[in-house]
């Protein structure tokens, strides 16, 4: 049997932002192991599957690859876009792998695959780093960690950041980073409102841009010259 990895719309982008195929394959599946109830509900009722009639658990709960042990295939979904990447379900999908199951990942939206092709920054060497401390000094500090690896592996260093907080990540970086060194911002990808944005720290200095509660993405590499 197969754990079918489902990636979800981003932040409410239509369904139409999936594949046809990766749609007609969620619409074989009857059981679902999911990182949010309301919006993996509100997902499967878009996409035309009778919600009520569904097997839908919670990434919390236990025996959740019982599906697959007795023959069913079960779909792995996250609240928008991959699962496991920046998101629940890498666990689940060790126990698929460890207890033999096939484990099959669907097309479509990652955040910060589709940041890194629309940044223009070094796409051969990169590094996604999560989160980035919350207090003040330990930030600065984890930035020019970034920015001096960055710059000595001549790799792009990726990280996100909660919407209510872009603001206060970017000031961050323009205060701690060498004028030269570029960013790309990120923000609402694939929503009506996307905006993709790359300059040097010295350009995001002078137009004092501001990010907004927006989802973003955000980009970093240091000049090696």
């Not at 009778?50 to 959740?64: A, F, G, K, S, W």
């Not at 960055?150 to 323009?174: G, M, N, W």
Request: hydrophobic share 40%.
């Amino acid at each position: 049997m197969i754990l079918y990895a489902i990636p979800t719309p981003l932040g409410g982008t239509p369904i139409e932002a999936l594949p046809a195929p990766t749609i007609e394959k969620i619409k074989t599946l009857k059981d679902f192991a999911v990182e949010n109830a309301k919006s993996a509900r509100a997902f499967l009722g878009a996409i035309g599957l009778p919600v009520r009639e569904l097997n839908i658990r919670t990434l919390d709960e236990e025996n959740l690859l019982q599906p697959l042990r007795e023959g069913r295939a079960l779909g792995l979904l996250s609240e928008a876009g991959c699962p496991a990447i920046a998101d629940p379900g890498a666990a689940l999908i060790e126990a698929a792998h460890r207890e033999g199951f096939r484990v099959v990942p669907l097309v479509g939206p990652s955040s910060i695959t589709l940041a890194l092709m629309s940044s223009g920054l070094e796409g051969q060497r990169f590094a996604f780093c999560g989160y980035l401390p919350r207090e003040p000094a330990e930030r600065a500090r984890r930035i020019r960690e970034l920015e001096a690896r960055s710059r000595q592996e001549k790799e792009t260093q990726i990280f996100i950041e909660t919407p209510y907080r872009s603001d206060v990540l970017l000031a961050a970086l323009l205060e701690t980073c060498s004028p030269q060194t570029r960013v790309c911002v990120a923000a609402d990808l694939t929503l009506p409102d996307e905006s993709i944005k790359t300059a040097s720290v010295a350009d995001w200095r002078r137009a004092k841009t501001s990010i907004g509660r927006r989802p973003a993405v955000f980009l970093l590499l240091a000049d090696s010259r």
